[in-house]
């Protein structure tokens, strides 16, 4: 079940450390060196041969929402776009069904990352996804703290229970004011149905929740930048 949308998470924002001041936003080269990082990593032999997106992929970082999911998929990774696998795909049907404009894609909305970077596969079938195991998820869980602390989001989303655990250790550890709003999703795959469904009628009503929670993120971007009439029409809905 997901997070409300504007509920600040964990109580333990209080006794926060301190973000590096080398990955804040006065610093316009801190991301693309913290994705140089990224790129280069090869700490998990499980993961051999570090199967990654490319630098580009990532999307937006200017509308200050971070999506995050569990780990990329094969379909997404050979189609070198996030989020276009079956999963993913719902995801961005939802967004495309709010209508906007200027928002149609995943990569116009938000800046997308996993809690794990590398695709994990089956050793014997490079072509198949598995869950990433605990020890990758450790090794990567810096990457996802240097993310937050750099792009400073004032909401992330989260689809599944492992971004969501990892998203809340990780702002558990940095200093961000505002606290991002956590909005959290259960796994949008195929074979996630039966969680889905403890919390949703139907995959459908899943879909435009999803739908309805862009629609009020778009809502505030507009009304910050320069109160769109588009909101009144569509927020509501």
């Known amino acids: 079940m997901r997070a409300r949308v504007g509920t600040p998470i964990h109580k333990e924002a209080q006794r926060r450390v301190p973000a590096d001041a080398e990955s804040t936003p006065q610093h316009p080269g801190a991301l693309r060196a913290l994705q140089s990082r990224i790129a280069a990593c090869t ?32 379909i997404s990774l050979m189609k070198g776009r996030r989020f276009t696998g079956p999963a993913g795909m719902l995801i961005r049907r939802a967004l495309r069904s709010v209508g906007h404009p200027r928002y149609r894609d995943l990569e116009d909305l938000f800046y997308m990352t996993d809690v794990v970077k590398c695709h994990p596969a089956a050793a014997a079938n490079p072509a198949s996804n598995r869950s990433p195991r605990q020890t990758e998820i450790r ?99």
């Open 43 to 74: 700490l998990c032999p499980s993961m051999t041969p570090w199967r990654q997106f490319r630098p580009d992929v990532y999307g937006a970082r200017s509308t200050g929402y971070l999506l995050v999911g569990e780990a990329p998929g094969h």
């Open 139 to 237: 090794a990567c869980s810096g990457y996802l703290v240097h993310e937050i602390q750099v792009l400073q989001p004032s909401a992330i989303i989260t689809f599944g229970k492992t971004a969501a655990a990892q998203v809340t250790s990780a702002l558990a550890t940095v200093s961000l004011t505002p606290v991002p709003r956590l909005i959290a999703f259960p796994h949008p795959s195929p074979r996630n149905q039966v969680t889905i469904r403890k919390h949703y009628a139907s995959m459908q009503a899943f879909e435009r929740d999803i739908a309805a929670t862009f629609r009020r993120l778009i809502a505030r971007l507009e009304q910050s930048r320069h109160g769109s009439t588009w909101l009144a029409a569509g927020a509501s809905r």
